[in-house]
């Protein structure tokens, strides 16, 4: 369970966040000084610091300093009174997590906190690489096939060094651990790390996030606030997504790796700033670039050195390996015992080409588990969480011969004797390789195309012949 430490002389306000904090399932203690505060971040290790101002003795400003002398790593968000927001904006400065302004909203408190909560994760449960199954921690990159050794290797060199890292690969294969993993390992493990969504800020708010703004820069500005930038300096930024970012934001953004200098929103200033940047993305760059919708100089300031993350259908001999780990993984938190997987099973899991990767392999496992009732996982049970889509169009072709029999046994089971019986299995199959070719390639129709041999045109006419529906893909090319 999550622990929060409130410290505040306060005693309603208090209470009233102990009350509101563990109805929403988090372990909260309290403090009303900063002396006691600091006591129990060093006795107890707290996931977050919600801490006032406003103190008696030991006031706000020097309470958090101590907090970062004894965990510098520690997210604290900050309450502050308008009349003190320049004391947090310092404080912002020197790495406090955040801060907002009382009155608060409670659901932009409880927003923050999760923020703050996801942050602490990322900065101090630590990550481990290349590892046994029943011995790794609750994050590890687990994999010992040679494209995850060469993983490996890529981490171990870039970690060190302030060379700005491109993590590309499709979504589920573990990129936010490796970030992780990076931050870690690197020179700047003890500065803050964030992380940015590219995707998940409205673009109207991304820019004022990440770079700050001045007092009276837009409506609503009624004082200065310090971005995520700056917030991080001498630290770690993970631009999640950065395929998605804004081509306004993009320029800025190269702004920031070549002079390593920001501008607040609405500010002329130039303001130096010293952050690691870690890209990570799931989109075809070189195909944005040619679109017009991703700068190209941007592209190679980022890409300085690049992390290929291989899908999970690249890496079908760490397929048993990860089922281990994520049946340990499960049952320890669970609290049941293990009750491991037959070899059939597990064949076909190798055999599935897990479109979601090695999410959609955890979710399996998991979901698994909580319907296992002792017996060691058997192939019906895997059949049953994925809904025997791992019997059509999902197969692998190294098991294709058995698994594309039972398939076409059921298919002639169910039709029984129609007139049109073998056009109509041909036609599920062209159905189901066209999809497949659609999944791997996001969408692009042409690039699906050219995987499958066909012409365009082709391949046109014969999605619109097995009224083929890709909703999640809405990626047109011209």
């Known amino acids: 369970m999550n622990s929060i430490l409130i410290i505040d002389d306060d005693d309603q306000l208090r209470n009233s966040f102990v009350k509101l904090l563990t109805e929403e399932g988090y372990n909260v203690d309290q403090a009303a000084s900063g002396e006691a505060g ?6 107890k290790a707290p996931d977050i610091v919600i801490l006032d101002m406003r103190l008696p003795g030991m006031n706000g400003f020097e309470t958090f300093r101590a907090i970062h002398e004894v965990e510098p790593r520690l997210p604290v968000i900050i309450m502050t009174a308008f009349g003190t927001t320049d004391t947090a904006i310092e404080a912002t400065k020197l790495g406090a997590f955040d801060y907002i302004l009382k009155p608060f909203d409670i659901p932009a408190m409880l927003s923050l906190i999760k923020q703050a909560l996801s942050a602490s994760r990322f900065m101090r449960s ?3 690489m290349d590892t046994i199954p029943d011995k790794a921690s609750r994050d590890a990159i687990i994999g010992r096939s040679a494209v995850m050794q060469e993983v490996y290797k890529a981490i171990g060199r870039v970690s060190p060094t302030d060379a700005t890292v491109l993590i590309r690969g499709e979504s589920g ?5 490796v970030v992780r993993a990076i931050y870690q390992h690197s020179l700047r493990a003890d500065k803050p790390f964030l992380v940015i969504n590219c995707v998940a ?7 004022s996030e990440l770079f700050g703004y001045e007092k009276g820069a837009f409506t609503g500005a009624a004082h200065r606030r310090v971005g995520k930038i700056e917030q991080a300096d001498g630290g770690t930024i993970l631009l999640d997504e950065i395929g ?6 993009q320029a800025k953004m190269l702004r920031l790796l070549q002079e390593k200098s920001i501008e607040r929103v609405g500010g002329r200033e130039n303001i130096a700033t010293d952050v690691r940047i870690i890209a990570a993305t799931n989109r075809d760059l070189e195909a944005a670039i040619s679109e017009g919708r991703f700068r190209e100089d941007l592209y190679y300031r980022l890409k300085v050195v690049t992390i290929e993350l291989p899908p999970l259908r690249e890496r079908e001999n760490d397929i048993p390996i990860l089922t281990d ?13 293990n009750p491991g997987i037959s070899d059939k099973a597990k064949a076909l899991l190798s055999g599935y080409s897990w479109p979601g990767n090695i999410r959609e392999l955890e979710n399996t ?4 588990l909580i319907f296992n009732r002792g017996a060691p996982l058997s192939p019906d049970d895997i059949a049953q969480v994925i809904n025997e889509k791992i019997h059509t169009s999902d197969l692998k072709k190294e098991n294709v011969d058995d698994a594309l029999r039972q398939w076409i046994r059921k298919e002639l089971t169910k039709k029984n004797n129609a007139e049109d019986l073998f056009d109509s299995c041909m036609d599920d199959m062209a159905n189901a390789v066209i999809s497949e070719a659609l999944n791997i390639c996001d969408g692009n129709r042409s690039k699906a195309a050219k995987l499958l041999g066909l012409s365009r045109p082709t391949l046109h006419s014969k999605i619109e012949k ?9 990626k047109e090319d011209n």
């Open 244 to 249: 998605d970012m804004p081509l306004n934001l």
């Open 201 to 207: 800020i409205p673009e109207t708010l991304l820019e």
């Open 466 to 474: 097995y009224n083929i529906r890709m909703e999640t893909l809405v």
């Open 365 to 368: 496992i998991q979901k698994a």
């Open 38 to 43: 600091v006591n129990i971040v060093k006795n």
């Open 173 to 177: 294969t573990g990129k936010e651990l």
């Open 126 to 128: 630590p990550v481990d």
């Open 325 to 337: 780990y994520f049946l340990y993984k499960y049952s320890e938190e669970k609290g049941i015992k």
